[in-house]
Nanobody, 119 residues
């Protein structure tokens, strides 16, 4: 079992920055993938960025060059630095911890944090 708790959302003007944090209840060394997803009203939840245990990162095309995912093992925390924010980045952002092995997988989600970008 993994609990993840997001923080850092808020209201920001277009062009501004925010940093989201995701604190995990256990060592992120042992978690296969940590990721950030978002869901805007009326849209499906989509991957924003993730980081694999070996440090490999993946970004959605819409955020490449603006968002950066990083982690602090000592704090069991994953961050999402969001720069040059746009109104279309407005969404609820969710942290995900994915664990898997041979023939099994588990996903753990946080409660979400609202990010609102005003024009």
């Amino acid at each position: 079992q993994v609990q993840v708790v997001e923080s850092g959302g808020g209201l920001v003007q277009a062009g501004g920055s925010l940093r989201l944090s995701c604190a995990a209840s256990k060592s992120i060394f042992s978690i296969n993938v940590m990721g950030w997803y978002r869901q805007a009203p009326g849209k499906q939840r989509e991957l924003v960025a993730d980081i694999v245990r070996d440090g490999t990162t993946t970004y959605a095309d819409a955020v490449k060059g603006r968002f950066t995912i990083s982690r602090d093992h000592a704090k069991n925390t994953v961050y999402l630095q969001m720069n040059s924010l746009k109104p279309e980045d407005t969404a609820v952002y969710y942290c995900n911890a994915a664990e898997y092995g041979i023939a099994w997988n588990r996903d753990y989600w946080g409660q979400g944090t609202q990010v609102t970008v005003s024009a």
